[in-house]
């Protein structure tokens, strides 16, 4: 029993973990060259993170702010052309400010730094914007800009007049091509709906383009190219199906009508017959 009690004692009297860490940390001398360099990496860490968080919130508002330009223009009036070019003012100047906003905070935060390690942080916010900007551009002149014009607007100027190129990579054009196609196929449809048919061919035509395009990339191993490019090619699908109900049934179903039919042909026909991933 005396035994048992005097392991109990000397346990009872041995220092914690949290005690050893603080007796430890209270004998550090920190004029040591290795403390010194880790209190250094320490720092530098903290601020990488702090870097991060930044760049991470200033692309989550890019892409709110490319949503809602979007919706704009999908609300855009062709029958009335004051009202048309109204809309393209507002989404024009609204997108020239996310450039020099919220892009060029991106590349302030980025000078001196390589962008490839934040390229994650904001890589959505540039998808969006390209899907926004693409969008816009094809609604005003029927094409797009290549990756060289756009990457014009992604230069600026510091403080002290130097000159700063934000990371704009062609993976994030070419994965904003891929959702911009979405938009073609939610527009060929509304167009559908009100009646003006010669437009959804006119659309269609250039997704089958953009598609073509796609079809010489190399992306094996790339599940995100992959998986945008299969959302791409089921677009075109729906486009191909609206144009084929237009041309082969447009004469005996009334045009207002040919959506309900387009709707329900596509909700029994499950099976995908095109090109596989």
Not at 99 to 113: D, G, Q, Y
Request: aromatic share 10%.
């Amino acid at each position: 029993m005396s035994k048992s009690k005097g392991n109990y004692r000397s346990k009872r009297n041995k220092p914690t973990v949290g005690q050893q860490a603080k007796e430890v940390l209270e004998s550090l001398d920190e004029n040591n060259r290795v403390i010194k360099l880790f209190r250094a990496f320490a720092v530098e860490l903290d601020e990488k993170h702090d870097r991060h968080e930044r760049i991470v919130k200033l692309g989550r508002d890019i892409t709110i702010e490319a949503k809602r330009i979007i919706f704009l223009l999908h609300n855009i009036s062709t029958d009335i052309e004051e009202k048309r070019n109204s809309v393209l003012e507002e989404a024009k100047s609204r997108l020239s400010t996310l450039c020099s906003t919220n892009f060029k905070a991106i590349a302030l935060e980025l000078r001196r730094h390589d962008g490839y390690l934040y390229h994650r942080a904001f890589t959505a916010g540039m998808q969006e914007f390209i899907e926004a900007l693409c969008f816009y551009q094809y609604i005003k002149q029927d094409s797009i800009g290549n990756w060289v014009d756009i990457n014009r607007s992604f230069q600026f100027e510091d403080e002290d007049q130097q000159k700063i190129q934000l990371l704009f990579t062609q993976y994030d054009f070419i994965l904003g091509i891929a959702d911009f196609t979405g938009e073609l196929m939610r527009k060929c449809i509304n167009t559908l709906g009100s009646g003006n048919v010669s437009d959804c061919f006119k659309l269609c035509n250039f997704v089958r383009a953009i598609n073509t395009g796609f079809l010489g990339l190399s992306y094996s191993g790339n599940r995100e190219v992959s998986r945008k490019t299969h959302v791409l090619r089921q677009s075109l699908a729906k486009m191909e199906l609206v144009c084929y109900n237009i041309q082969i049934r447009g004469s005996e179903v009334p045009k207002h009508m040919l959506l309900s039919v387009i709707e329900s042909q596509e909700a029994d026909n499950n099976d995908d017959e095109g090109f596989c991933i």
